[in-house]
């Protein structure tokens, strides 16, 4: 078997699983539900996986890793706060509508993660935050971000997103990309400072504004040829 025909029949394989454990739960799903619906038999899985958990495994690593190394490039690119927040609204967003059935499984199925992997997955999700924390608070520092608890922003940000995994299916009305418009303007009107407009000044000030450009005007015409003046001012 060359090695290209067997990354797609992993593929299907954690693809199957990760459909299976969405629908019927990771306890009650068993390896020939798995085997039966990839068109192979329960010895030939074991050639491409040791056991039940390990897909488990696989689907939250995989999971993690992506979102992980997205958002690491964006906070690291030059820009704003507020734009690398956006774009990772859009990333988390993508995160979230790809794979509906991997999402739905990293959501509800961490109770039934070995200990170990339980806890790095809960690592990996405080470290998440804390960077997320840590860029706002720049922002706020910078000016760009309202001045309010940045844990809290941060909370509100990822809680936003996460829900999307309750309620979004793949092909109804709403897409991936009004779901991004719509939040980032939720985030832009709730958190980032927008510039101000320039203050106006006092009326007094206008006042005599005005008055000198009147006289500038009356001078400018003094200028002007007698025969050509508006009738009113000869």
């Keep these: 078997m060359t090695s290209r025909k067997r990354k797609l029949v992993e593929e299907e394989i954690l693809r199957v699983a990760a459909v299976c454990f ?3 739960g990771y306890p009650a799903t068993t390896l020939e539900d798995i085997a039966t619906k990839v068109g192979i038999s329960r ?3 074991y050639a491409y996986f040791k056991n039940k958990e390990e897909l488990l495994k696989t689907i ?3 999971m993690l890793t992506t979102y992980q190394k997205g958002l690491e490039t964006i906070l690291a690119t030059p820009l704003s706060r507020p734009e690398k927040l956006r774009r990772a609204v859009a990333h988390q967003v993508a995160c979230l509508t790809n794979d ?3 999402v739905r499984v990293f959501f509800n199925e961490e109770k039934n993660l070995p200990s170990a992997l339980a806890r790095q997955v809960q690592e990996a999700q405080k470290k998440i935050e804390t960077t997320l924390e840590q860029e706002i608070a720049a922002g706020i520092t910078r000016g760009e971000i309202v001045t309010m608890n940045p844990r809290l922003i941060m909370y509100a940000f990822v809680g936003m997103c996460n829900w999307l ?3 979004y299916t793949p092909g109804e009305a709403v897409t991936p990309e009004e779901i991004v418009d719509t939040f980032t303007q939720i985030l832009n009107s709730g958190s980032v400072v927008q ?3 320039p203050k106006e000044a006092p009326a007094a000030d206008r006042l005599s504004k005005l008055e000198a450009d009147v006289e500038e005007i009356k001078r400018q015409l003094q200028k002007v040829p007698r025969s ?3 009738s009113a001012s000869r």
């Design 195 to 197: 510039p101000r407009a």
């Design 165 to 167: 995994y309750r309620w």
């Design 43 to 45: 010895v030939t899985f």
């Design 60 to 62: 939250f690593d995989r």
């Design 22 to 24: 969405s629908e019927r």
């Design 228 to 230: 050509l003046r508006p």
């Design 100 to 102: 509906p059935a991997s």
